[in-house]
């Protein structure tokens, strides 16, 4: 399973991505959970990509490439199966990534775009909360913990906000999208490995279709 999955904010990627991650030996590699690990050790990388996230702007192709490049490099499950997530977001992105990949030979099979309305994407982003301690992913109305403020998994008590999970950054996310990411929807279906499906779906069934088209092929 060599995978990408492509979708605005809040199209449900990463709880996509999780499950496909526990039921096939994939690696998932989202470069916004990356890019947050670097901030919170306080790499020069994090430090510099810190206000363009917070901002809900792109951090800069090179960053992120240069990011992903090592992740390939230095992990070897990689060739048995992998899943991107949230990246590649831009036409120079996922030419970086294509030229990546053909070093190691082992090209993209499948792009799942995840076509999700801009409500849905509002309601749920801004009901977004996660574990501090462990990264479980809630929402207050749609998903909360079984015990109010306490995380199921773990017990963790500090469900936090993202700080670009507020209505005036995900407006200008949603613009981000539109403008530099939507362009490499037309870019995977001229390769003809792009799959179009229903972000409005729960991610179960959305992982159901993805694990038939991908043994279907
Ligand atoms: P979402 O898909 O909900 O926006 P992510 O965790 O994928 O969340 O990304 C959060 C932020 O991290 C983005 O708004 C952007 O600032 C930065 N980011 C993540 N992936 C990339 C990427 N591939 N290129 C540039 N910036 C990125
Ligand atoms: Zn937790």
């Given at each position: 399973?060599?995978?990408?999955?492509?979708?605005?904010?809040?199209?449900?990627?990463?709880?996509?991505?999780?499950?496909?991650?526990?039921?096939?030996?994939?690696?998932?590699?989202?470069?916004?959970?990356?890019?947050?690990?670097?901030?919170?050790?306080?790499?020069?990388?994090?430090?510099?990509?810190?206000?363009?996230?917070?901002?809900?702007?792109?951090?800069?192709?090179?960053?992120?490439?240069?990011?992903?490049?090592?992740?390939?490099?230095?992990?070897?499950?990689?060739?048995?199966?992998?899943?991107?997530?949230?990246?590649?977001?831009?036409?120079?992105?996922?030419?970086?990534?294509?030229?990546?990949?053909?070093?190691?030979?082992?090209?993209?099979?499948?792009?799942?775009?995840?076509?999700?309305?801009?409500?849905?994407?509002?309601?749920?982003?801004?009901g977004r909360r996660i574990c501090?301690?462990?990264?479980a992913v809630y929402h207050i109305h749609r998903h909360p913990p079984k015990?109010?403020g306490v995380c199921d998994q773990?017990?963790?008590?500090?469900l936090?906000?993202?700080?670009?999970?507020?209505?005036?950054?995900?407006?200008?996310?949603?613009?981000?999208?539109?403008?530099?990411?939507?362009?490499?929807?037309?870019?995977?279906?001229?390769?003809?490995?792009?799959?179009?499906?229903?972000?409005?779906?729960?991610?179960?069934?959305?992982?159901?279709?993805?694990?038939?088209?991908?043994?279907?092929?």
């Amino acid at each position: 399973m060599r995978l990408v999955l492509l979708g605005p904010p809040g199209a449900g990627k990463g709880s996509v991505a999780a499950l496909l991650k526990k039921n096939f030996s994939v690696v998932h590699i989202s470069t916004g959970d990356l890019l947050r690990d670097e901030i919170k050790e306080g790499s020069p990388l994090g430090k510099e990509a810190k206000s363009y996230i917070d901002n809900g702007n792109l951090v800069p192709d090179e960053v992120v490439i240069k990011l992903i490049e090592n992740k390939i490099k230095t992990d070897d499950q990689i060739k048995n199966g992998y899943l991107f997530d949230g990246f590649p977001r831009t036409k120079n992105q996922a030419k970086g990534l294509d030229e990546i990949l053909e070093k190691i030979g082992k090209p993209i099979e499948a792009v799942f775009y995840m076509e999700t309305a801009a409500d849905l994407i509002l309601m749920r982003l801004t009901g977004r909360r996660i574990c501090r301690d462990c990264g479980a992913v809630y929402h207050i109305h749609r998903h909360p913990p079984k015990k109010e403020g306490v995380c199921d998994q773990c017990s963790g008590t500090d469900l936090y906000q993202r700080s670009d999970d507020k209505e005036e950054t995900i407006k200008n996310r949603l613009d981000v999208y539109l403008e530099n990411t939507l362009p490499i929807v037309d870019y995977y279906e001229a390769k003809g490995i792009l799959n179009k499906i229903d972000g409005g779906l729960e991610s179960e069934e959305l992982e159901a279709i993805i694990a038939k088209t991908c043994h279907a092929s």
